[in-house]
């Protein structure tokens, strides 16, 4: 999974298109619930109350999580997968043909003076890598 900032001003268009995609009538009522929510983001209590019960989520589904104290900078709440959980998880899920050898965790992508993911820039740096 590769997440992307989206611009405020195109996130309306970017969720609708989302729930387009989505056929499941269960999924639907689970991301209208998301979508229901606000953009802004909680502090104190509320913002504790809603870490909570997003890792409760996470370890109902069997998505892993680092234990309480662990902290990373590419996540809202310290419990980001590392690339070694994370390839762990890919081997749970997939054929082993499926796993990346290799993972990068960035902070930014690319993106094109319109704000898409800059396509080319990423397949010339894979091209540059595999030449090493």
């Known amino acids: 999974m590769i997440l992307t900032p989206i611009p405020r001003a195109q996130l309306g268009a970017a969720l609708d298109r989302?729930?387009?995609?989505?056929?499941?009538?269960?999924?639907?009522?689970?991301f209208a619930r998301i979508r229901a929510t606000s953009c802004e983001?909680?502090?104190?209590?509320?913002?504790?109350?809603?870490?909570?019960q997003a890792l409760q989520l996470a370890e109902h589904f069997?998505?892993?999580?680092?234990?309480?104290?662990?902290h990373s900078g590419f996540?809202?709440?310290?419990?980001?997968?590392?690339?070694?959980?994370?390839?762990?998880?890919?081997?749970?899920?997939?054929?082993?043909?499926?796993?990346?050898?290799?993972?990068e965790i960035r902070a930014a992508l690319p993106v094109t003076e319109t704000g898409k993911l800059f396509r080319r820039a990423l397949k010339e740096e894979a091209q540059g890598l595999i030449g090493e």
């Open 18 to 30: 989302f729930a387009a995609q989505l056929h499941d009538a269960e999924a639907h009522a689970v």
């Open 41 to 52: 983001r909680a502090r104190g209590d509320v913002a504790e109350h809603h870490r909570r």
């Open 62 to 70: 069997g998505v892993p999580v680092h234990p309480p104290g662990a």
């Open 75 to 103: 996540n809202w709440d310290g419990a980001a997968l590392d690339a070694d959980r994370l390839r762990e998880h890919c081997r749970a899920l997939a054929s082993s043909y499926k796993v990346p050898d290799r993972i």
